[in-house]
């Protein structure tokens, strides 16, 4: 049976032409960026090839980049970086209720160390309101850490108003970019991002890998202790061809990206209208704009997620019942509480997420399947 795969916001595939890049980093080309050989040099020549590319994708410059082991670490070097280096004038953070876990544990880590976190609601659309942003801004806050597009139900946030506001009161902005990265027009220049982090295996690199962008001037706390890598601020070997996977991948992002946006939402947009057709008691979570292109959630009411998932693997088909991270736990998604679900219609979710290899007649399986398993949850309830 073939894979229908519509989790791209859990991963994607590596793309061919990014392989392609990697391979001689893997083979002859192993040297340590930081010898003085030849092998070693043409490791630091593609080391620094791959931070411009980065940078591109995003419009800063490349001494702004510094390459991580993955989204994660680049949410925890943001939050935890800024919060202990900055100490001294405050130890306030805002943040929103609907973050990924990689911040929302990182906030909750340094509560236990005295820090103050305040977290953000949203409204039913999954979006912040900038007054109570404006109300929540403290003497003391030292950063304000706001994603730009949420992993379970795609909405995206207003980044330009909120960077606005913050530089209003000279407080440090940084965004959870990871979904966003390859999806959405990104310039932090214009949009007064201060930090930005991204992660490879979201689009189209391996897992492994990941970026933070920090506006230069803005100085943190280094996360990892070691050798003098990354301007001595992330130590470790550098992991050349994740890297020079991630960099491949963002410059393909950025050529694509217009034709990238259209298709998903194309292939999105009939999805949606398909399931509202077919299938009874449905309910989209989430604005419809702005939003992820490749962004679809659902709730069925009447409908366990879980069963729901089970069934559709039997068919071949890869969703997600809301963030990968929360499979597994038996809790509702907190992003669809904060929107104001209850814990069934949470428990009813399903999550697509397209991506650039999906068709049309993808989603006629999809939605064929769906309609069929649904009828036959409800039933034998
Ligand atoms: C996936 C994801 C992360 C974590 O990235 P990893 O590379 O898997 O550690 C952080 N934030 C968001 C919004 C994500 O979707």
Same mark, same amino acid.
Do not use: C, Q, W
């Given at each position: 049976m073939d894979i229908r795969y519509f989790d791209h916001a859990a991963t994607t595939?590596? &793309?061919?032409?990014?392989?392609?890049?990697?391979?001689?980093?893997?083979?002859?080309?192993?040297?340590?960026?930081?010898?003085?050989?030849?092998?070693?040099?043409?490791?630091k020549k593609a080391l620094e090839e791959a931070r411009k590319r980065v940078a591109k994708l995003i419009n800063c410059n490349a001494s702004e980049i510094y390459f991580t082991g993955c989204g994660s670490e680049s949410d925890n070097t943001a939050i935890k970086g800024i919060a202990y280096a900055h100490s001294n004038k405050g130890r306030h953070i805002i943040t929103s209720k609907i973050e990924h876990p990689a911040i929302l544990n990182t906030c909750k880590n340094l509560e236990r160390q005295g820090f103050k976190v305040t977290y953000l609601n949203v409204d039913k659309q999954g979006i912040v309101n900038l007054d109570e942003l404006k109300?929540?801004?403290?003497?003391?806050?030292?950063?304000i850490s706001i994603m730009f597009a949420n992993n379970e139900i795609g909405t995206i946030q207003p980044i330009y108003e909120i960077a606005k506001i913050a530089k209003m009161y000279n407080i440090i902005f940084h965004t959870d970019a990871v979904q966003a990265c390859g999806n959405v027009s990104i310039d932090v220049k214009k949009m007064g991002i201060d930090m930005l982090s991204l992660s490879g295996h979201k689009l189209y690199a391996p897992k492994g890998v990941g970026a933070l962008y920090v &506006?230069?001037? !803005?100085?943190?706390?280094?996360? !990892?202790?070691?050798?003098?890598q990354e301007k001595n601020k992330r130590a470790g070997t550098e992991n050349i061809p994740g890297i020079v996977g991630l960099g491949k991948a963002c410059e393909l992002a950025q050529n694509n990206l217009e034709n990238n946006i259209k298709h998903l939402?194309? !292939?999105?947009?009939?999805?949606?209208?398909?399931?509202?057709?077919?299938i009874p008691n449905v309910t989209l979570n989430g604005a419809i704009e702005p939003r992820l292109p490749g962004n679809a959630n659902f709730s069925f009411e009447n409908i366990d997620g879980e069963a729901l998932l089970f069934n559709l693997d039997a068919k071949g088909i890869c969703a997600s019942s809301g963030s990968a991270c929360s499979t597994g736990s038996p809790n509702p998604s907190h992003v669809l509480l904060a929107i104001g679900l209850n814990e069934k219609l949470a428990n009813g979710a399903l999550r697509t997420t397209f991506g650039e290899e999906n068709t049309k007649e993808d989603i006629d399986y999809l939605v064929d399947n769906l309609e069929n398993i649904v009828k036959k949850l409800r039933t034998t309830k």
């Open positions: 595939k590596v &793309k061919n032409e990014v392989l392609e890049e990697m391979l001689p980093y893997l083979k002859e080309k192993f040297g340590n960026a930081s010898s003085m050989y030849t092998i070693g040099r043409e490791s109300n929540s801004i403290r003497n003391d806050t030292i950063l &506006k230069t001037g !803005i100085s943190f706390y280094k996360f !990892i202790e070691g050798g003098h939402k194309e !292939i999105r947009d009939y999805y949606i209208s398909k399931v509202k057709e077919n």
